[in-house]
């Protein structure tokens, strides 16, 4: 659904605003530091439950205190949990609901308390798994802004668009003007897509009025600001425009069918940087997206979850479409590269932002604590960099697509 939004930038820029001191506690949060810097955290895929896992947790909390993000984006499946049939026979669906939603309470405020702890704010994103607790995901945001308290920066800019919590963050300048310097979009990609049968397509998208809800901040920044704001958009499922940068096409021996087209085994291995350790699932449906992030240059880069094992960087036509894994401990991860990202953004130039990977091993290099607790000692941690480095290296030389998940 196509929505014209008429909304001026004042009263956007004042709204979210608003929805931050509401949960903040100040205004304008999110600025760039005295040396002009500005440090990201994504965290993908946590899909954890309740209670969740120490070597998380702790991960978590030693990538925060080694790091000091400005913000912390969780890229959605952020926590995972729920009864059986078997626990929920026989009460109403009242007490269901109840029941259901104490125990994601707990699960996302022992998942914020590390946040919480380290004083650090965070945004979020729902994913496909966030949107089969039971509970809708309204009803789940308004529980992390009460979890998070003053720290919960998420909010739902339009409530009437698809999904739940898309909205925008801008980062003002380190000078302390209210003068977006640069910007964070984030969307609700959604769950399943069906087609007009009701019939399950595979995976969901960012829908057609979220975007033209995007299309509304962007050209209504620039009007603010004389240009178009540099920034980055954060969602849990990734674009479908990906599949032709990462594979080559094989109508005979395809091994991966989508959009028509068949997709072989081999991937196109000069362009990208990073793990491509499984095929990714996009939404089944396209609605535009990329084509209209990328048509005014304002948007350097998407980052996505969803594929736990894979952290691959690419560029398609100017633009950054970059993979963060998981560093679950409840659902499948990589020994390789299970971790977070880390995005440094400069004032000076925030579309030539740096980009690189806080791993689980790096951690257990750094703190002996986290190793014992992981169980892998600092010098298996560091051999696992080793090993992470040659077959990156082989893979590259090789043209293969290799898989090393546990």
């Keep these: 659904m196509k929505k014209i939004i008429s909304v001026s930038l004042a009263l956007i820029l004042a709204l979210s605003v608003l929805a931050m ?11 760039f530091d005295e040396n002009g810097e500005f440090k990201i955290m994504h965290v993908c895929d946590c899909q954890d439950g309740y209670p ?4 998380m947790l702790k991960y978590l909390d030693l990538v925060i205190k080694d790091e000091k993000p400005d913000i912390i984006v969780l890229g959605g499946d952020n926590t995972i949990c729920g009864y059986s049939q078997e626990e929920l026979a026989g009460k109403s669906a009242d007490e269901q609901h ?7 309470k707990n699960a ?3 998942l914020v308390d590390v946040f919480i702890s380290n004083q650090t704010p965070f945004t979020l994103v729902f994913g496909n798994h966030d949107h089969q607790q039971g509970i809708e995901n309204d009803e789940l945001l308004a529980l992390y802004q ?15 668009l698809t999904g739940s919590g898309t909205h925008f963050l801008p980062v003002f300048g380190s000078d302390g003007s209210y003068i977006p310097k640069f910007n964070l979009y984030m969307f609700d990609s959604g769950d399943t897509a069906y087609d007009e049968n009701g019939k399950d397509m595979g995976y969901d998208s960012v829908h057609a009025d979220q975007i033209e809800w995007y299309k509304s901040v962007r050209d209504e920044l ?11 958009a954060f969602q849990h499922i990734i674009v479908n425009e990906v ?6 096409e094989n109508p005979l021996i395809g091994i991966r069918e989508f959009n028509g087209v068949n997709y072989s085994f081999f991937p196109k291995t000069n362009n990208f940087t990073g793990h491509l350790l499984e095929m990714p699932c996009p939404g089944y449906y396209n609605y535009g997206q990329f084509k209209a992030m990328n048509e005014k240059g304002d948007v350097a880069a998407m980052f996505f979850g969803h594929d736990h094992t894979n952290s691959f960087d690419c560029e398609i036509e100017g633009m950054r479409i970059i993979n963060t894994p998981s560093p679950t401990h409840h659902s499948y991860s990589s020994d390789l590269n299970s971790g977070c990202r880390i995005i440094k953004v400069k004032e000076s130039n925030p579309a030539e932002f740096e ?13 002996a604590d986290f190793a014992e607790i992981l169980g892998r000692s600092a010098i298996a941690a560091k051999l696992l960099m080793i090993v992470d480095k040659v077959l990156l290296a082989l893979s590259k030389f090789s043209g293969l697509f290799i898989f090393f998940v546990k």
């Design 222 to 232: 620039k009007e603010k600001t004389g240009n178009y704001v540099p920034s980055v």
């Design 108 to 110: 996302i405020q022992q």
């Design 243 to 248: 599949y032709d940068k990462l594979f080559f």
């Design 52 to 55: 969740a896992s120490e070597i």
């Design 355 to 367: 980009t690189y990977l806080h791993t689980e091993n790096q951690t257990a290099v750094d703190h």
């Design 98 to 104: 109840k029941m259901l939603r104490e125990l994601k």
């Design 21 to 31: 001191g509401a949960s903040a506690g100040k205004k304008a949060d999110l600025k």
């Design 146 to 160: 009460e979890c998070g308290g003053k720290y919960c920066l998420a909010y739902d800019a339009d409530p009437s």
